[in-house]
């Protein structure tokens, strides 16, 4: 299995750490490239009066994912891309559509009526994907040594 290009989904969230350690870790070993994805869904309505300029939100979410998750190392090639949708579809469709060779996610690790109720988006990831999944539970104070 070749691993030329790893999607790395972003949600800005502590379980992001260690995704990111493993997609550094098999980019840096593989020369592969990481495309780091945020998905986003707008809070308000076109008609409401605190409408979301969304080419700016989109702007915003470009730079703030830039600085929110970067490469460990200098010599791995990566690129960030902002989408607005649902993060399960946006998350398959953009892996699917884009030669991706394995995605590597947080989980938030939900269990019982929160986890029905809300559903999973690494789970619903897993089982749509066209390409293997590795989902990851956070890892507070831990980090991977390459």
């Known amino acids: 299995m070749n691993i030329d290009r790893i999607l790395c989904p972003i949600d800005f969230s502590d379980s992001n750490s260690a995704a990111n350690d493993y997609a550094c870790m098999l980019a840096d070993a593989t020369a592969g490239q990481i ?19 969304t080419l700016a939100e989109q702007e915003r979410l470009l730079g703030e994912l830039k600085s929110f998750v970067h490469p460990n190392h200098d010599d791995i090639k990566a690129s960030y891309v902002v989408e607005m949708g649902s993060p399960t579809e946006k998350i398959v469709d953009f892996a699917n559509d884009n030669g991706i060779d ?17 559903g999973s988006v690494a789970e619903a990831v897993v089982q749509n994907a066209d390409c293997p999944v590795l989902a990851l539970k956070s890892r507070t104070g831990a980090h991977l040594e390459a």
């Open 35 to 53: 495309v780091y994805l945020h998905c986003w869904l707008p809070n308000v309505y076109e008609t409401s009066p605190a409408y979301v300029d």
């Open 102 to 118: 394995l995605i590597i996610m947080g989980t938030h690790g939900r269990t019982g009526i929160r986890r029905l109720v809300m």
